[in-house]
């Protein structure tokens, strides 16, 4: 059956676009011939001519021998029409027996714009369901959430990432940025060359940490005390900005009397940083003119992530920083599109412009925009964890379309989900590989990758950024938006789902347009000429948007709001039988669960299988060395992994990565009340020698 091309823009040598993987989507030029060719762009400021090794070996997934290109039916090759006609089908009846809520979706941050909103679109008008979410549930939500409340907008980092070069210091809290986007590394070397300090929280003496001036090691699940015991000290020390503080902030006297109880000795009992260690990351943050507090996942996928990111957040108001040039606070976002991909409404809550679906004027414009009734539009639905758990279970969806995601591997307690997943009467997976999920799937949907498709992404910096076509894909397979124009045509009709990205895009414009995450005044040739265009960017001859609260905060009143918070002990913590910390996370060659990282041969060259880092002390007392297997053993699950024995972790913890199924067996589905992330960075568990 034949393809149609997406985008319609010549297939050219050297296409000038970014990076499949993470949130920095570096630029580099492609040229796919019999092999892929990737070179760096030196115009993307993120990167400036630099790649990490998953960006240099990126074309290899695009011409695996392993890429699906037919759609499977029940385990069988299938046409389209024939696999397509059975979803609508299938689809059609369940919402007939269950009604709208029968059938969810579930997306993804890797997403590009146009599919995120799209898929939006779809759940909401085609499907008419209130059961969507995604896996940016799993990654930024509590920087998201915190950031929200503080700011009243949640843009990754409100600032160029250049700004940090101009820092005289940086505190990044949980974020390895030296394996998870390493040119970001550059950055933070120019700060150091000018003198600027960099001090780094990690339970792990990672790649990170050994470029700071000061390290400091917590106990994970406790860096919200640390955060309450620095704001301590920087208000016992006189660091407090109170000129800033009067003018630009509200709140500040409820989180002075909050933090007033936490001193740095009882900070010290609870995470283990020395006191003295504490005090020089204040003198390092106060002594500087312009600084920087960044939070990544090691503090953020917490049961508590919100708190302690609204600690981080208080801690930088106290100092004076957000909103002023050269300084502030910053999410180091994580998956290719994790900014746009939280913005145009594959969330539960929200509509395009990353507007709220309970606002009766955003509901209001959006539909209008849709050419429906505010009144069709469904309700929040569940968040991404909750509605995995629901699937197929009394009252729960029983199909679930899938676009992005691999949860099987990368949810919380990934055996219930697993199960869940088997429970459903209709699971369709849409992706490139046959990856775990897909494997459960009555239905498997090859679909196109990056360099196949054009289409638009929004980096950590919340520069939106433009990928272009580099490659024909190969016969068989399709867009996620011919995917989702295919389904719509078959259940309500074609009109309202285009398959060329750009018409997509200028859609979600007119939809944002007024909402948070203003588009309005971007198109695909600003874009192109001009390396990207930061939102908000509520008209086209608006420069964008790089530094958005140098003026005001995006609150009702314009001042950011100090949020008083108390810490409390991760949701499972250790005992008798379960006595060490078991946190995760990643590595420099593997990204996430692993799908497309897993099937490049130099990438596996590097790291091949899962591993669990522990330090010699506890290495010794099991008689255990490195290369040895080891067995962890949880609460909700076991699993295996060769032993690397590293004086760089702390001796009560062990770490493992998430890019093989297995740890995920283990985390801890507890969610944070607001953002409703999991604690996928601590639980309790034992080791025992495997075989
Ligand atoms: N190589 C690679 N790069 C990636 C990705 C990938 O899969 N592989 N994924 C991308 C995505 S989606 C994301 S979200 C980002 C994530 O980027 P990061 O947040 O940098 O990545 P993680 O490795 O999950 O966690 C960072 C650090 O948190 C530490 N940590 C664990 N528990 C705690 C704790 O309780 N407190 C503190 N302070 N630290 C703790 C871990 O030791 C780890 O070094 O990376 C992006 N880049
Ligand atoms: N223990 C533990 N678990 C974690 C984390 C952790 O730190 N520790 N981190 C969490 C975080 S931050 C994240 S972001 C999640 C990520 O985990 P997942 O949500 O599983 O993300 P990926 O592994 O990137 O899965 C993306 C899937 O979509 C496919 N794909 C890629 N591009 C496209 C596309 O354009 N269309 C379609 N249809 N498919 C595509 C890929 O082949 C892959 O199978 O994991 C979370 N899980
Ligand atoms: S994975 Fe991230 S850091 Fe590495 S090349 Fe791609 S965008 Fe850059
Ligand atoms: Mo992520």
Not at 72 to 84: N, S
Not at 548 to 572: I, K, Q, S, W, Y
Request: glycine share 12%; aromatic share 6%; hydrophobic share 40%.
């Amino acid at each position: 059956m034949p393809i149609s091309l997406s985008a319609g823009t010549p297939v050219k040598a050297g296409a000038a676009t970014h990076c499949p993987y993470c949130a920095l989507q570096c630029g580099m030029r492609v040229t796919v011939g019999e092999t892929v060719t990737i070179v760096p762009r030196q115009d993307v400021p993120a990167n400036a001519g630099g790649l990490c090794q998953k960006g240099w070996t990126a074309g290899e997934p695009l011409t695996s021998g392993e890429r699906l290109t037919t759609p499977l039916l029940y385990g069988e090759a299938a046409t389209w029409d024939e696999a397509l006609d059975v979803v609508a089908e299938r689809i059609r009846e369940i919402q007939r027996e269950h009604g709208p809520d029968g059938v969810a979706v579930f997306g993804g941050g890797g997403l590009t714009n146009e599919k995120a909103y799209q898929l939006g679109k779809f759940a909401r008008m085609v499907l008419r369901t209130s059961q969507i979410d995604y896996n940016g549930r799993f990654c930024m939500s509590s920087a998201a959430a915190a950031a929200n409340r503080a700011f009243g907008m949640d843009r990754g980092l409100p600032f160029p990432i250049t700004d940090l070069a101009a820092a005289d210091a940086v505190l990044i809290a949980g974020g390895n940025v030296a394996e998870t986007m390493p040119p970001f590394v550059r950055h933070l070397a120019a700060m150091r060359d000018r003198g600027g300090r960099l001090v780094v929280v990690d339970p792990r003496a990672t790649a990170t940490a050994g470029q700071a001036d000061l390290h400091l090691q917590p106990t994970p699940g406790t860096d919200l005390a640390l955060a309450l015991g620095l704001l301590h000290i920087v208000i016992a020390e006189g660091h407090v900005d109170e000129d800033y503080v009067t003018r630009r902030t509200s709140g500040f006297d409820a989180v002075r009397t909050s933090v007033a109880a936490w001193w740095p000795e009882r900070v010290e009992r609870i995470t283990g940083v020395p006191v003295a260690r504490m005090r020089l990351a204040v003198e390092m943050l106060g002594g500087a003119a312009r600084a920087a507090i960044l939070t990544g996942r090691g503090a953020e996928q917490h049961a508590k992530g919100t708190d302690t990111v609204s600690a981080f957040i208080n801690l930088a108001l106290a100092l004076g920083l957000p909103g002023r040039e050269g300084s502030g606070y910053g999410c180091v976002t994580g998956q290719g599109n994790g900014q746009g991909g939280r913005e145009h409404g594959q969330k539960a809550d929200q509509l395009p412009g990353y507007r709220r679906i309970d606002d009766p004027a955003a509901r209001a414009h959006v539909a209008r925009v849709w050419g429906i009734a505010p009144e069709d539009l469904p309700g929040p639905g569940r968040s991404a964890y909750e509605l995995l758990e629901s699937l197929g279970a009394g009252g729960g969806p029983r199909a679930l379309l899938l676009f992005g995601s691999n949860p099987v591997v990368s949810a919380p307690r990934a055996g219930h989900v697993a199960e869940r997943l088997g429970s459903l009467d209709l699971l369709v997976v849409s992706d490139l590989f046959m990856s775990e999920t897909a494997a459960l799937a009555d239905v498997v949907l090859p679909t196109t990758q990056w360099a196949e498709e054009s289409g638009t992404v929004t980096n950590l910096e919340g520069r939106v950024l433009l990928r272009r076509q580099a490659a024909v894909p190969p016969a068989g397979v399709r867009s996620d938006l011919e995917i989702l124009r295919g389904l719509a045509v078959r259940l309500r009709g074609a009109e309202g789902f285009p398959t060329d990205p750009r018409e997509v895009f200028d859609e979600l414009r007119r939809a944002s347009a007024g909402g948070t995450a203003d588009y309005a005044g971007i198109t695909y040739e600003r874009i192109a000429a001009e390396t990207g265009v930061f939102w908000p960017c509520p008209a086209e001859d608006h420069p964008g948007t790089p530094r958005p609260f140098l003026d005001r905060f995006a609150t009702p009143d314009g001042r950011a709001r100090f949020v008083p918070v108390e810490h409390r002990p991760p949701r499972e913590d250790v005992d008798g039988d379960y006595p060490l910390y078991l946190t995760t996370g990643r590595v420099l060659a593997h990204y996430q669960s692993g799908v497309q990282t897993r099937r490049v041969a130099a990438l596996n060259a590097v790291v091949a299988e899962a591993f669990v880092e522990l330090h010699p002390d506890l290495a010794e007392r099991m008689e255990v060395s490195s290369g040895d297997r080891l067995r962890v053993v949880g609460r909700r699950g076991v699993t295996e992994g060769v032993a690397r024995v590293n004086p760089a972790i702390r001796a009560d913890t062990v770490f493992m990565p998430f890019h093989w199924p297995g740890v995920n067996l283990l985390t801890n589905p507890a969610l944070d009340p607001v953002s409703r992330m999991p604690e996928f960075k601590v639980c309790a568990v034992r080791l025992e020698r495997a075989g």
